[in-house]
């Protein structure tokens, strides 16, 4: 059943924590892809990538950290520099790198800092 | 840079009634996209449309590209309950990203 999974579908994290969230594609998908969606807003990128070990930032990088060690797996970790983290986070992905193909998005994390 | 606006922000209708979306980017697009959220859900893509003043249709749904490239239109006719969600539009900046739309959020009154 392929497809791309997030891990896990709600987190609490106490402030001044780090934490990380899952994304793992079975598309083979070149390039994936982060975003923030905070209640009622649009979708905000934080980082993207196109190639294994090699990554971007997007527009709202600061307090946040990736990497891309493998194809399928782009891991994002919250900071606790990340003045405002509650937020519902969206990983997505497509096959083609460097082109706006049509992106499919994981179920989502919807982290609550307490 | 790139922007892709969204009008309305939110629709309230009453069911059976018809619905339309705008949107709008301030350069012109090789293609813009549409995605389907549901309340609680993820985005989850409906149609692209790549040629100018295209019309595609997907049952209710009818989806047009303006002349220009610039802009794009969702019209939903006759809608349902399960027509309820966010629909975002997006479109390829310079850097060849996907821009999304604000997205406008559609509640359908039974």
């Known amino acids: 059943d392929g497809g791309i999974t997030q891990s896990p579908k709600y987190l609490f994290r106490k402030e001044g924590q780090n934490v990380t969230l899952s994304c793992e594609q079975n598309l083979n998908h070149d390039a994936m892809y982060w975003y923030r969606q905070d209640p009622g807003q649009g979708l905000r990128l934080i980082y993207y990538?196109?190639?294994?070990?090699?990554?971007q930032k997007g527009d709202i990088a600061e307090g946040y950290s990736v990497s891309r060690e493998k194809k399928e797996s782009f891991p994002l970790t919250v900071t606790s520099a990340q003045k405002n983290p509650t937020a519902f986070y969206l990983c997505?992905?497509?096959?083609?790198?460097?082109?706006?193909?049509?992106?499919?998005f994981g179920p989502g994390t919807r982290l609550t800092v307490l | 840079g790139q922007q892709v606006m969204q009008i309305p922000q939110y629709q309230h209708v009453q069911e059976g009634e018809d619905f339309t979306t705008y949107c709008n980017s301030s350069t012109t697009l090789s293609n813009i996209q549409w995605y389907k959220q549901r309340p609680g859900g993820h985005p989850v893509f409906l149609i692209q449309l790549v040629k100018s003043g295209e019309v595609k249709k997907q049952k209710r749904l009818t989806f047009q590209f303006g002349e220009a490239k610039k802009n794009s239109s969702l019209h939903i006719t006759a809608t349902q309950t399960t027509d309820v969600g966010t629909y975002f539009c997006a479109g390829p900046n310079a850097g060849n990203m996907l821009t999304f739309g604000g997205g406008t959020r559609l509640m359908v009154k039974p």
């Open positions: 990538s196109q190639i294994v070990n090699d990554f």
């Open positions: 997505a992905s497509n096959s083609l790198a460097g082109s706006a193909d049509t992106q499919y």
